[in-house]
């Protein structure tokens, strides 16, 4: 992946802007901001970004590529669709910093200790594998993801709302045993396999 | 009233013993009522809500939307797709949008399909519950059906987000949607009508990843619901519920406040007002018992 | 003229009937109104109420017509008599309309409505049939001075429409500053791309008409006369002059780009490769759509910085204080000079707001931003040599940040000057009779008031720019173009097509001796007694139009083609020696004194309101409209303009014992309102002097109070009357009451 990264920058040299537009999910978005910041003021976590929106976008045209995409800025985003709604310039801003996620987790530059980049990862690998979200086994593996000593803490701090789940039918153990799946697994997967590989080679084939 | 049939994406957390497994409780009592067929999109996979982009690029996260589009188009072709959770409803149609504004996404999406042996045309209505309710049945209909009116009763409308944003319930602001608050109304219940966070953000998937975060706004969503007087909070929304209702000990314990407010979905609070049972209103899926509520289905 | 003959007609419709004893109305004009005929209809704005009057007219020799019933502002085509003088008793929104309909108040509202016939009485009684003015214009040719974009639009609408023109160009060549431009911002969609400018199509256009005349290096001398008859001594740099004859000017002179030797700061003057915008303009002509070269070592530019807002928008000395409007635009456009040749080519914009106004303004900046040229909120600090090219250091605004980054040039988006001749306010005017040619003049006016137009702001030339563009305060002369505002292309070729229209016009109206606007087709104008005058130039000095000359003796020359009909000289006059015919001291006064003012122990105050008929007049009605009321002691007298009132009116109604005292008028400053630009200002000096006379009767000062009323105001004119009806009751009846 670090080689991925290398290739790129290689290839767009320091032309940052460019490097987003061919690469990020709607990122030939971003030239079009006018910097308003009607987004970072929408934003419910804008206070815990350290760029928000609004900073991204200028940083990009700045030209600040491993400042923006080692930020855990854009895994902040709780997909409230507020900035969408609201922004004058009609940018797709929470798929913009999706892709921006995205798109960073690919070249190895996300941070590795983010915890909702874990999570993303975990619910990812959770549903890809029988094509329906096993939430026991979600949960188990959230709690886990920093290790067993912290996940016996965290499982410990979720008890009671475990027990509440399970009080109220809204949770079974019998999850952990196999649970709830798509029935043609094997044409699942191999949609998702060619889809993954359809996208690299576009990506690869991008901007050149 | 004729019967209006639907195909059905229930969507993960409505399954057996999942996290809303009550809200397919209580849709199902409400559509029976209502005279509304959902059938259920066969083999139907998880649409990656909008938590999925880590993992998942934007092509392989689009195939997953556009299996359950073809797979409805095969099974029920003059069906609209109706969904109950909002983020199902919202990544499948924005799957639908985007395919449909990019042709090279759409043959891509097609040759990925077609491992699956299956072909998009990507040309249906995709709705949520609420849009049915509202667009197909009505607000007058849904309330001739009332026979207990939820009199005294004074309910929050917590919209949330994705059932309200990017897309939203046609003619409604995405500052101020009404529809919920008119629901409330029609079931003979009072609506906060300043509810000010009737739109906020709860933190989403975040709520697992961010719990301290998230749980800061899920507190004030419920504070604001006690400001205005509401006896329990109503929500069109899985996650929504989910995070307003089962967290509401450990904000206790991290700000000393002493919230049990109820949270009910809106299907719930329509099936109690049709006189059905407890069980049948999925009351018995409250983690925060909805006591009002109760005591009225047991009239 | 003969006898006069008055004719009061009492409308019964819309309600009067009902809520007025009309018999008692019908006998009140004819008992104290002394009119000769009096009668009663039941729709009197019909074809056949208006044929009654017109019957009168015609066979009884009626030749002042009083009509009661709704206001003046209203059925103006049905009651439009010719030949005879109209005064209109406003009982419908002045009366009913204002007034609850109950039982009880029923006498008061009477009385009110009794009190509206007298004064239309006594204003016929004091008013006579205007004549049109004796000086009237027959010349049609229009002078343009300028020969930019604007002024060639002007010409070539003007001779479209069939008016010869003269362009009067400083400079050797038309075309103006659109004429040292490379491209121009598109003017109409797709709004994506730089396009040619409108020079050479505008001067094929000029060349071929033979309607217009072209005078090239060439200025104007002296400029005399009044619309219709204005002269001008068109003066070349050979010493040579010759007089033409004009009905209109136009003035479109334009704006001279910010001298940007002012910036050191900035780098300029310090290093070659930091130029302005008509520099940049250069270089791309001399590029011709190749590679932009910079100006030191010839380096084909890799990298272009753009600052905004260069020595504009700030206090700082000898900066411009104000936004001139185009320069966001123009940077999109030279950063489009390089991005559309070489798209590799990095072009940032440092920019504090950006602002691109006009149609294609915000499609034209989203181009720019698809052409992926770098938009940055950036405050510059300083340019500096730089090891490859300067270096520009600045604060990003929203990162945060200080910045350093040096380009192989830097272009300073300097702002525009308006060429607006000499400041009258500051240059001392010649003596009456000494009048000399000044070379800073644009225009050199032999008017009294000075030389050229007036400034309002930042040295534009002052033409209201939403309720009369293009008018300026010298009638017949119209201003266009970036001399009256800052202004891109598209917005002076519009501009130009106005004043070209305004120009028309007057040119019209001066054939049969009218006034020219507001007052478009007003017939009156302003007649001096000279034997009563004193000298005191008081009219001279306030006419905010210079309307008025001096003769040697210092006594006032009336051009009366160039008066507005505002007023503002008989406010002035302190002996009353100015009146137009339908509009003086006495009939206003005698409306004053024809009021009923009741005994002082009716406690039934009067409460006289002056009212500008232009904002605070409309404001009324509209109240009234919609039902809003006020206290039935008040009555409205429409006045022309504040500026028209004459203290003599205040004096007259506190001696008669009126109790309150209001005058409505339009905002008066810099941000005026005011339809005649100083009239409702100088009332509100007059009446500042009010307060003295208020003394020697011993009487409370709160008893006169003048207000600023804006045409929306229609809850807030009402209430005011009503406060001084409140005030009066707390301080008590005047004790002037005879």
Redesign the interface.
């Known amino acids: 992946m670090s080689n991925y990264n290398q290739e790129m920058i290689d290839k767009y040299r320091g032309n940052f802007l460019k490097e987003v537009q061919d690469n990020v999910e709607e990122g030939d978005w971003v030239k079009m901001c006018m910097q308003c910041g009607v987004c970072s003021g929408s934003c419910p976590l804008g206070p815990h970004w350290d760029h928000p929106p609004q900073e991204i976008f200028m940083m990009i045209r700045a030209g600040k590529r491993e400042e923006v995409l080692e930020s855990t800025s854009m895994w902040m985003c709780t997909s409230c669709y507020n900035c969408i709604a609201r922004c004058p310039r009609g940018l797709p801003i929470t798929h913009i910093m999706h892709g921006l996620a995205t798109y960073s987790k690919r070249l190895g530059l996300a941070p590795q200790q983010q915890p909702t980049a874990k999570f993303a990862q975990l619910f990812w690998d959770n549903l890809t594998k029988k094509g329906r979200v096993n939430e026991l086994k979600l949960g188990l593996s959230l709690y886990f993801m920093n290790g067993i000593g912290e996940g016996i803490k965290t499982s410990l701090k979720m008890k009671d709302i475990g027990l509440n789940m399970l009080k109220t039918k809204r949770m079974s153990p019998m999850e952990y045993f196999g649970g709830h799946s798509c029935k043609d697994t094997k044409g699942f997967q191999a949609m998702l396999k060619k889809a993954q590989e359809l996208e690299e080679a576009r990506i690869g084939k991008s901007g050149s | 009233m004729a019967k209006h049939s639907y195909s059905f994406y229930p969507g993960c957390s409505s399954q057996k013993a999942a996290s809303s497994s009550n809200y397919q409780v209580s849709v199902d009592t409400m559509c029976q009522e209502l005279d509304i067929e959902l059938n259920e999109i066969p083999d139907w996979n998880c649409c990656s809500a909008s938590i999925g982009y880590a993992g998942g690029g934007e092509l392989p996260r689009l195939a997953l939307s556009a299996r359950n589009i073809a797979l409805s188009e095969q099974a029920h072709g003059d069906q609209d797709i109706v969904a109950t959770c909002a983020a199902c409803w919202l990544a499948t149609r924005e799957t639908q949008e985007r395919l449909n504004e990019d042709s090279e996404l759409m043959a891509e999406t097609n040759t990925a399909l077609a491992e699956a042996g299956l072909k998009l045309k990507n040309d249906k209505k995709i709705r949520h519950m609420v849009e049915v309710l509202i667009e197909d049945i009505g607000y007058e209909e849904l309330g001739k059906h009332v026979k207990k009116p939820l009199e005294g009763l004074k309910i929050a409308g917590y919209v949330g987000c994705q059932t309200n944003r990017p897309f939203g319930i046609a003619g409604e602001s995405f500052e101020n949607p009404k529809y919920l608050d008119k629901m409330i109304e029609t079931v003979g219940a009072e609506a906060c009508d300043n509810y000010e966070k009737k739109v906020s953000c709860c933190g989403g998937a975040l709520a697992f990843s961010e719990p301290e975060k998230s749980q800061a706004l899920i507190k004030d969503i419920i504070e604001s619901a006690y400001d205005n007087g509401a006896d329990m909070i109503v929500t069109p929304c899985p996650v929504c519920q989910m995070n307003t209702e089962v967290y509401q000990d450990q904000i206790n314990a991290t700000y000393g406040t002493k919230f049990k407010m109820p949270v009910v979905y809106y299907s719930t609070l329509l099936s109690v007002a049709y006189g059905k049972s407890a069980k049948e209103a999925a009351l018995d899926g409250q983690i925060i018992k909805a006591k009002q509520l109760e005591d009225i289905a047991g009239k | 003229m003969a006898d006069m003959k008055i004719g009061a007609y009492i409308c019964k419709g819309c309600g009067l009937g009902e809520r007025l004893d009309c018999d008692e109305l019908a006998t009140i004009a004819q008992r104290d109104g002394k009119a000769q005929v009096v009668q009663q209809h039941d729709f009197l704005c019909s074809a056949e109420g208006v044929k009654m009057i017109q019957a009168d007219i015609d066979n009884e020799g009626i030749n002042r017509v009083v009509i009661g019933a709704c206001s003046r502002r209203a059925k103006t085509e049905a009651f439009n008599f010719q030949n005879v003088t109209i005064s209109r008793a406003n009982l419908r929104e002045g009366v009913i309309w204002i007034r609850p309909d109950e039982d009880d108040l029923r006498e008061t509202t009477q009385e009110m409505a009794a009190d509206y016939i007298r004064m239309g009485c006594a204003e016929a009684k004091h008013s006579t049939v205007p004549a049109s003015e004796q000086e009237k214009g027959s010349n049609d040719t229009i002078l343009v001075v300028g020969g930019g974009i604007t002024g060639m639009t002007a010409a070539i609408e003007a001779a479209k429409t069939g008016y010869p023109v003269h362009i009067v160009e400083k400079t050797g060549s038309l075309g103006g500053y659109a004429g040292k431009m490379w491209k121009d911002v598109p003017m109409h969609s797709p709004y994506t791309d730089p396009v040619d400018t409108p020079v050479t199509k505008l001067i094929a256009e000029v060349e071929a008409d033979s309607r217009i005349t072209v005078h090239l290096n060439a200025t104007i001398s002296k400029t005399s006369g009044a619309p219709g008859r204005f002269s001008a001594d068109i003066s070349t740099e050979s010493g040579a002059t010759t007089t033409e004859n004009f009905g209109a000017i136009i003035q479109a002179s334009g704006a001279t780009p910010y001298d940007a030797s002012q910036l050191p700061e900035l780098g300029y003057g310090k290093s070659k490769d930091v130029v302005d915008r008509v520099e940049l303009e250069q270089l791309a002509i001399a590029a011709n759509g190749g590679p932009i070269k910079r100006p030191s070592d010839g380096k084909e530019v890799k990298k272009v910085t753009f600052i905004q807002c260069a020595g504009q928008r700030s206090d700082k000395e000898g900066h411009l204080n104000y936004c001139s409007g185009d320069c966001c635009l123009t940077s999109i456009k030279q950063a489009m000079y390089f991005k559309d040749q070489n798209p590799d080519i990095e072009t940032e914009i440092l920019f504090d707001d950006?602002r691109t106004p006009g149609a294609p303004g915000e499609d034209f900046?989203?181009s720019g931003?698809?052409k992926?040229v770098?938009?940055?909120?950036g405050k510059v600090s300083e340019v500096v040599a730089g090891s490859n090219g300067p270096l520009v250091r600045f604060k990003?605004m929203?990162?945060d940040e200080d910045?350093e980054e040096e380009a192989d040039l830097v272009v300073l988006a300097t702002g525009m000057v308006a060429n607006s001749g000499v400041d009258i306010d500051a240059v001392p005017q010649n003596e009456p009779g000494e009048w000399e040619v000044s070379v800073d003049s644009i225009l050199n006016l032999n008017y009294r008031q000075g030389k050229d137009l007036p400034h309002l702001k930042y040295g534009f030339n002052d033409s209201h720019f939403i309720c009369f563009p293009y008018e300026t305060r010298r009638t017949g002369i119209y201003t266009c173009g970036p001399v009256r505002r800052p202004m891109d292309t598209q917005q002076a070729i519009d501009d130009a097509t106005g004043a070209t229209l305004k120009a028309i016009q007057e040119i019209e109206n001066a054939k049969v001796g009218r006034a020219a606007h507001p007052r478009s087709g007003d017939l009156s104008y302003p007649i001096f007694r000279k034997e009563g005058c004193t000298q005191c130039k008081r009219c001279t000095v306030e006419c905010p139009f210079g309307a008025i000359d001096e003769d040697e003796k210092r006594f006032p020359v009336f051009n009366e083609s160039r008066c507005r009909r505002c007023g503002t000289c008989m406010g002035a006059c302190p002996v009353r020696v100015i009146s137009f015919e339908n509009y003086s001291c006495d009939t206003v006064g005698q409306q004053i004194k024809n009021v009923d003012i009741p005994d002082e122990f009716d406690e039934k105050p009067r409460i006289l309101v002056l009212a500008c008929e232009n904002d605070a007049y409309p404001a009324l009605d509209m109240a009234a409209q919609q039902g809003v009321s006020y206290s039935q002691f008040a009555r409205i007298i429409p006045v022309r303009c504040l500026g028209s009132v004459n203290t003599i009116w205040v004096t007259d109604a506190l001696n008669s014992g009126y109790d309150g005292i209001i005058l409505m008028g339009c905002q008066k400053g810099d941000d005026y309102q005011c339809h005649f630009v100083k009239g409702s200002e100088m009332a509100n000096v007059r009446m500042s002097k009010v307060d003295d006379t208020l003394e020697t009767l011993s009487l409370e000062k709160e008893r006169v109070e003048t207000y600023e009323i804006a045409i929306t105001d229609i809850e807030r004119a009402p209430k005011l009357i009503n406060d001084m009806a409140e005030a009066v009751e707390k301080m008590g009846m005047s004790p002037f009451k005879f």
Do not use: E, M
């Open positions: 950006l900046y989203r931003q698809d992926l770098t938009f940055r909120k990003d929203i990162l910045v």
